[in-house]
């Protein structure tokens, strides 16, 4: 062992293998999730690559860097095969998965013409939907019940079925963003949050339904939207008590992204800001939920987050106690699902001399979610299958994707996107029993 790493777990337990099929159940099969599934099975049948995703085209390094041993990290650990993947989900539509990517208008018609077989084969369970939680949508595809217990039956009974025909499921949301809920008595205990399902407390709102369906069932849950969902007492709870695991929510796309990779590095040079300003055109439908002032709360929180954390403003005042943080979200159809962001940053150098940055991402929302949605799925699948980690509730090392990372209660979450790269890999080393990588490595020069 070299001084660039550190001892792995020789304690680790093996990691079940990922045998038979993997169920992934999608809330919301709009234009991430249509692209996510149409670009898997697009992958299946050799006709693009798998881009943007870490489980199936990153490695990872093992040993000294004179080892020269970096396998695929999907050859690592025992990830599901995508040939072993199967989709269903709900929507509060009844398209099909072909109808609704056609709708979204992500991938070009070419490509969805030549899944149509398949694309069409999957169509949406009936969908638990209150408009008060996303007030810009009309659902028509929604289950009907007595009270929000029942819903949640209703949802329990969904994923049994299902379960029948593979071996292990993993439930994601990639459904609207919900109004801003912020986390109330009925979000403090498992026991009352039941009481809530019974008496259709407000603030359980329908990704908690489903969520607490998912963990009551011992399925590990992600969340792709800002929703408050499983970032309660409750679900964490949930989660530890069946061996469920959890992790943040809003997948880290876009803007926010590109943010978790500059404020890291003026930090690190100790350089100050003193403004950032954020804004961005969409048209897509995701786009006209947010253009709802009480969603675009929910957004807006989240993509906050990300820069008080990271610049730590307590430790170094002079550099960042002032910065004015602004972020905008327009809806503007003709761009579709093809986002602009525009980001102006006002920093400064030695001796408080100012300087600007000026980022233009024109970057494609759909394309950039859909390989993290699929990395959370067969990661949080490899989760459950791990003694170390199923158990444990919140997955922390899985926050490189998320824009609102979940983090024990006490501890600040980490949105430095490299220190999150790191943790990732260094809990895949750990988990396999190798030796974690530190970086140090003055052994090189003995
Ligand atoms: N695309 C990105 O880059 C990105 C990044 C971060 C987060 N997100 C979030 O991911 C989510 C999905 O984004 P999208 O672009 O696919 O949006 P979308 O509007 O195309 O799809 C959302 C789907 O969810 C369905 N839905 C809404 N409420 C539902 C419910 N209660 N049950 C079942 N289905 C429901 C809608 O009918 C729709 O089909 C949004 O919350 C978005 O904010 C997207």
Same mark, same amino acid.
């Given at each position: ?47 693009? %690559?798998?881009? *943007? ?45 072909? +109808?609704? #990517? ?7 018609? +070419? ?33 009907? $019940? ?28 990639? $459904? ?36 607490? #369906? ?26 530890? !008590? &069946? ?10 796309? $876009? ?9 890291? #590095?003026?930090?690190? !040079?100790? =350089? ?14 995701? *786009?006209?939920? =947010? ?29 960042? &106690?002032?910065?004015?943080? %602004? ?7 003709? !761009? ?12 400064? *150098? ?7 940055? %000026? ?9 950039? #979610?859909?390989?993290?949605? =699929? ?17 444990? *509730? ?53």
């Amino acid at each position: 062992m070299s001084t660039e790493q550190q001892s792995g777990q020789q304690t680790a337990e093996k990691v079940a293998p990922a045998t038979g099929k993997l169920g992934v159940m999608v809330v919301g099969l709009g234009a991430v999730a249509t692209t996510m599934i149409a670009g898997v099975e697009a992958v299946r049948r050799g006709l693009a %690559k798998p881009i *943007g995703s870490l489980t199936q085209m990153g490695t990872i390094r093992l040993g000294k860097r004179t080892d020269s041993k970096s396998p695929l990290i999907k050859d690592f650990v025992p990830l599901a095969d995508l040939n072993d993947v199967v989709f269903t989900g709900w929507d509060i539509f009844e398209d099909n998965v072909y +109808e609704s #990517a056609a709708h979204a208008a992500v991938l070009d018609k +070419e490509t969805l013409l030549q899944l149509k077989p398949y694309l069409e084969n999957i169509k949406p369970l009936t969908a638990v939907f209150d408009q008060y939680y996303v007030k810009r949508l009309h659902g028509t595809h929604v289950k009907k $019940g007595k009270n929000k217990r029942d819903l949640a039956d209703q949802v329990r009974a969904d994923i049994q079925a299902f379960r029948k025909t593979v071996d292990r499921v993993v439930v994601i949301w990639a $459904g609207s963003t919900e109004i801003f809920l912020e986390p109330s008595a009925v979000h403090q205990s498992i026991e009352a949050f039941e009481k809530g399902l019974e008496t259709n407390d407000p603030g359980i709102a329908p990704s908690q339904i489903y969520a607490y #369906a998912a963990l009551s069932e011992g399925v590990p849950f992600a969340n792709g939207a800002p929703n408050l969902t499983v970032d309660i007492p409750a679900m964490v709870e949930l989660s530890k !008590r &069946n061996a469920a695991p959890i992790c943040g929510k809003d997948f880290k796309t $876009g803007q926010t992204f590109m943010k978790t990779v500059l404020a890291p #590095a003026f930090k690190a !040079r100790m =350089l100050g800001v003193s403004g950032w300003f954020s804004t961005n055109i969409l048209g897509n439908r995701d *786009g006209e939920v =947010l253009d709802e002032p009480q969603s675009f709360k929910t957004k807006e929180e989240s993509k906050l987050g990300s820069l008080e954390y990271i610049f730590q403003p307590e430790l170094y005042p002079d550099l960042y &106690n002032h910065i004015y943080h %602004k972020i905008r979200i327009n809806y503007y159809p003709p !761009r579709g699902d093809e986002k602009e962001a525009w980001d102006n940053i006002d920093i400064f *150098g030695w001796l408080g001399y100012p300087m600007q940055l %000026k980022v233009n991402f024109l970057c494609r929302d759909s394309i950039l #979610a859909a390989p993290i949605a =699929l990395d959370l799925v067969l990661f949080l699948d490899l989760a459950k299958r791990t003694p170390d980690l199923r158990s444990i *509730g919140i997955q922390e090392w899985l926050s490189f994707y998320l824009k609102s990372p979940q983090a024990a209660a006490g501890l600040y979450p980490e949105h430095d996107l490299f220190i999150q790269s790191m943790k990732l890999k260094n809990t895949l080393r750990h988990i396999m029993g190798q030796d974690l990588i530190t970086h140090l490595g003055l052994d090189y020069y003995d």
